[in-house]
């Protein structure tokens, strides 16, 4: 089966994104499984804001708390806001370091021998930040303090403290937080690529392909910031990670449910524009809240953190429930990209969800992770949405160009047969009264004659009766209004044409076969329906071979009535089929093209359409439609 390009480029996005990523995960996995990893820990809660080390290392061992990697981390007394954390170094080797995995806290400071060794110099942390503590061989067998103050409301160490060769440990630390960038860089750079294609489309498409972009950069900025790699090495700009995490977030939410709102619409009540507006007043407002308080040297920032962090989480948890209802419901109608966006958001919401969830259970000191992961699918869903759109937007094209091109056609031979109409009539008209004289004269100077003048007679009468024949036709095409009008029976209509037609089937070798559904009727002219209907069948006795077969079939369809001739005759090509009802075209060898150009103005008086299907070789099927005939 052949995919679109749009699908096309979104599998090979997803096959680049796993082939940068797996490698990193592999290693991450692989390195995390090592003997160097320390027993356990102490932790004493501070009782003040600042506690000096020489304090610390004075308190009792009364004081300490013993954590083992098997024990849950010890809950933070209400009101504390920092701890002191113990460790004993084991026997170590030249160039070492301690890796903690996650320590809470934005000030981290660590001691040894109540020397200062290590300072996080008040960078701003996510919850549950990564150190890397350089050692030299004589600090082997002493105790490190570390004291970590603000951030979370629980503090201390979860996860893995290990200590190893420096340069082992870096590379685990650089390949943890490179992941995070690599996830983050991956869809920035598809946001930049896609915003450049968006300023070559057209307006409705431009619209849809800037919020996607702004989705798609959102999303990398919040991977990219989220990563504990990226603060350290801003160094002292750490806190503007955290600016333009916000900023990320509160652009991602009323972006993504305007995305959904142009693709599945406003929802029963304009529930979804509703909440659309709100979200984007409330991403105003908090953005505002962030100025003024980096103006204020962050003097609100726990009420701006409860209002972007608590807050702000509990409407997250309102658009996953919203969007996700609606996609289901949209899926079940059938949507196909309901389907695709179902799969993709279902897969993120349930695992943000679920981080969420556990995010505030464990009072802010889980860890998300898991989100990022469930973002790839999202944003793969997202992406085929939109190529599915494009697709979209091509096949009408296509379908509007063919629909134009065959208005056009369809203009000219109006056109056309007005032109000829308008001409017939006038000529008709004027021809007609003359050939019936000269017919008159010819049949008395007949009657007069011997034998052989009075054949010659005969034959020039016959002439002058086809030119009669041909000038009615003309009459009927330039006038094919139904003088009178009357409800017709279609079955018993088409039995009469069917009777008078046979006898000629049966010298062609062919024969008529009726497939006649009962009690259709239409309104229109006996007289001319018969015309119409013996032009059509007498065109496939003509195109009748040995064995020949024509099938004519009437049924119900609607408010219309459907009825098909088809023959097993010679057929006709393309070419030929595009200049029926041409004026003087006809394929056949003594033809005027006249019999079908008043069949289709007879069917078009009617309000009816018709429709010709043909292979060379395989036959010819003509399907008429026509209004059913209603009670009034």
Same mark, same amino acid.
């Given at each position: 089966?052949?995919?679109?390009?749009?699908?096309?480029?979104?599998?090979?996005?997803?096959?680049?994104?796993?082939?940068?990523?797996?490698?990193?995960?592999?290693?991450?996995?692989?390195?995390?499984?090592?003997?160097?990893?320390?027993?356990?820990?102490?932790?004493?809660?501070?009782?003040?804001?600042?506690?000096?080390?020489?304090?610390?290392?004075?308190?009792?061992?009364?004081?300490?708390?013993?954590?083992?990697?098997?024990?849950?981390?010890?809950?933070?007394?209400?009101?504390?806001?920092?701890?002191?954390?113990?460790?004993?170094?084991?026997?170590?080797?030249?160039?070492?370091?301690?890796?903690?995995?996650?320590?809470?806290?934005?000030?981290?400071?660590?001691?040894?021998?109540?020397?200062?060794?290590?300072?996080?110099?008040?960078?701003?942390?996510?919850?549950?930040?990564?150190?890397?503590?350089?050692?030299?061989?004589?600090?082997?067998?002493?105790?490190?303090?570390?004291?970590?103050?603000?951030?979370?409301?629980?503090?201390?160490?979860?996860?893995?403290?290990?200590?190893?060769?420096?340069?082992?440990?870096?590379?685990?630390?650089?390949?943890?937080?490179?992941?995070?960038?690599?996830?983050?860089?991956?869809?920035?750079?598809?946001?930049?690529?896609?915003?450049?294609?968006?300023?070559?489309?057209?307006?409705?498409?431009?619209?849809?392909?800037?919020?996607?972009?702004?989705?798609?950069?959102?999303?990398?900025?919040?991977?990219?910031?989220?990563?504990?790699?990226?603060?350290?090495?801003?160094?002292?700009?750490?806190?503007?990670?955290?600016?333009?995490?916000?900023?990320?977030?509160?652009?991602?939410?009323?972006?993504?449910?305007?995305?959904?709102?142009?693709?599945?619409?406003?929802?029963?009540?304009?529930?979804?524009?509703?909440?659309?507006?709100?979200?984007?007043?409330?991403?105003?407002?908090?953005?505002?809240?962030?100025?003024?308080?980096?103006?204020?040297?962050?003097?609100?920032?726990?009420?701006?953190?409860?209002?972007?962090?608590?807050?702000?989480?509990?409407?997250?948890?309102?658009?996953?429930?919203?969007?996700?209802?609606?996609?289901?419901?949209?899926?079940?109608?059938?949507?196909?990209?309901?389907?695709?966006?179902?799969?993709?958001?279902?897969?993120?919401?349930?695992?943000?969800?679920?981080?969420?969830?556990?995010?505030?259970?464990?009072? &802010?000191?889980?860890?998300?992770?898991?989100?990022?992961?469930?973002?790839?699918?999202?944003?793969?869903?997202?992406?085929?949405?939109?190529?599915?759109?494009?697709?979209?937007?091509?096949?009408?094209?296509?379908?509007?160009?063919?629909?134009?091109?065959?208005?056009?056609?369809?203009?000219?031979?109006?056109?056309?047969?007005?032109?000829?109409?308008?001409?017939?009539?006038?000529?008709?008209?004027?021809?007609?009264?003359?050939?019936?004289?000269?017919?008159?004269?010819?049949?008395?100077?007949?009657?007069?004659?011997?034998?052989?003048?009075? &054949?010659?007679?005969?034959?020039?009468?016959?002439?002058?009766?086809?030119?009669?024949?041909?000038?009615?036709?003309?009459?009927?095409?330039?006038?094919?209004?139904?003088?009178?009008?009357?409800?017709?029976?279609?079955? &018993?209509?088409?039995?009469?044409?069917?009777?008078?037609?046979?006898?000629?089937?049966?010298?062609?070798?062919?024969?008529?076969?009726?497939?006649?559904?009962?009690?259709?009727?239409?309104?229109?002219?006996?007289?001319?329906?018969?015309?119409?209907?013996?032009?059509?069948?007498?065109?496939?006795?003509?195109?009748?071979?040995?064995?020949?077969?024509?099938?004519?079939?009437?049924?119900?369809?609607?408010?219309?009535?459907?009825?098909?001739?088809?023959?097993?005759?010679?057929?006709?090509?393309?070419?030929?089929?595009?200049?029926?009802?041409?004026?003087?075209?006809?394929?056949?060898?003594?033809?005027?093209?006249?019999?079908?150009?008043?069949?289709?103005?007879?069917?078009?008086?009617?309000?009816?359409?018709?429709?010709?299907?043909?292979?060379?070789?395989?036959?010819?099927?003509?399907?008429?439609?026509?209004?059913?005939?209603?009670?009034?």
């Amino acid at each position: 089966m052949k995919l679109p390009k749009p699908k096309i480029a979104a599998t090979l996005l997803l096959f680049l994104l796993l082939t940068a990523i797996v490698p990193y995960g592999a290693a991450i996995v692989s390195a995390g499984s090592s003997d160097s990893a320390l027993p356990g820990w102490e932790i004493r809660f501070g009782n003040t804001e600042v506690e000096t080390v020489e304090e610390a290392v004075a308190a009792s061992d009364d004081e300490w708390i013993r954590v083992t990697p098997q024990d849950n981390k010890p809950e933070t007394p209400r009101g504390v806001s920092s701890a002191w954390l113990r460790f004993s170094l084991p026997q170590l080797s030249d160039k070492s370091a301690l890796f903690i995995n996650k320590i809470y806290g934005n000030s981290v400071k660590a001691y040894l021998n109540n020397a200062l060794v290590y300072d996080s110099e008040d960078k701003y942390n996510f919850n549950g930040s990564k150190i890397l503590i350089p050692l030299s061989k004589e600090d082997g067998g002493q105790k490190l303090y570390i004291w970590t103050q603000g951030g979370s409301k629980d503090l201390g160490i979860e996860g893995e403290i290990r200590v190893d060769r420096y340069s082992t440990l870096l590379s685990i630390y650089v390949k943890q937080g490179l992941l995070d960038i690599i996830i983050g860089t991956t869809f920035i750079f598809v946001a930049i690529v896609l915003l450049i294609c968006s300023l070559f489309m057209r307006k409705g498409f431009f619209t849809d392909g800037f919020l996607l972009v702004l989705i798609l950069l959102s999303i990398g900025v919040i991977v990219v910031t989220y990563s504990s790699f990226l603060p350290i090495v801003l160094g002292d700009y750490g806190k503007i990670v955290l600016v333009f995490f916000d900023l990320a977030l509160y652009t991602l939410l009323p972006s993504l449910t305007f995305y959904f709102e142009k693709i599945f619409g406003s929802g029963k009540k304009q529930i979804v524009t509703r909440f659309r507006k709100f979200q984007m007043v409330y991403s105003i407002f908090c953005f505002f809240l962030m100025v003024v308080n980096i103006l204020l040297s962050y003097q609100l920032e726990d009420f701006y953190r409860f209002m972007t962090t608590n807050v702000l989480g509990i409407f997250m948890i309102l658009q996953f429930i919203l969007l996700v209802s609606l996609a289901f419901i949209h899926t079940y109608r059938g949507n196909a990209d309901a389907i695709v966006f179902t799969t993709g958001f279902t897969i993120f919401s349930f695992v943000s969800l679920t981080e969420l969830v556990v995010y505030y259970i464990s009072r &802010e000191s889980y860890q998300l992770y898991w989100w990022k992961w469930g973002l790839m699918f999202f944003v793969l869903s997202l992406i085929v949405i939109l190529g599915r759109r494009f697709t979209r937007n091509h096949e009408q094209l296509v379908e509007y160009s063919r629909r134009l091109e065959k208005f056009n056609n369809d203009l000219q031979r109006s056109e056309k047969m007005e032109i000829i109409s308008e001409l017939a009539a006038s000529v008709a008209h004027e021809v007609r009264n003359p050939l019936q004289v000269t017919r008159g004269f010819l049949q008395i100077l007949g009657e007069r004659s011997d034998h052989k003048e009075r &054949e010659y007679m005969q034959m020039a009468i016959a002439e002058l009766d086809r030119a009669t024949v041909i000038i009615s036709d003309f009459l009927t095409f330039a006038k094919p209004g139904l003088e009178t009008i009357e409800r017709l029976d279609v079955s &018993e209509e088409l039995r009469h044409v069917s009777g008078i037609l046979s006898p000629l089937a049966n010298l062609q070798g062919g024969v008529i076969e009726l497939n006649l559904q009962s009690d259709l009727c239409v309104i229109g002219s006996s007289a001319k329906f018969k015309q119409a209907f013996i032009n059509i069948i007498k065109n496939s006795i003509e195109a009748l071979q040995d064995n020949g077969l024509i099938r004519v079939t009437a049924w119900e369809f609607g408010a219309h009535v459907m009825i098909s001739v088809r023959d097993n005759g010679e057929g006709m090509n393309g070419s030929e089929l595009a200049r029926l009802g041409e004026p003087y075209y006809s394929n056949k060898t003594k033809g005027t093209g006249l019999g079908l150009m008043v069949t289709f103005r007879i069917i078009e008086a009617m309000e009816g359409t018709t429709e010709f299907q043909s292979e060379k070789g395989e036959g010819t099927e003509i399907i008429i439609k026509l209004p059913k005939y209603r009670k009034i």
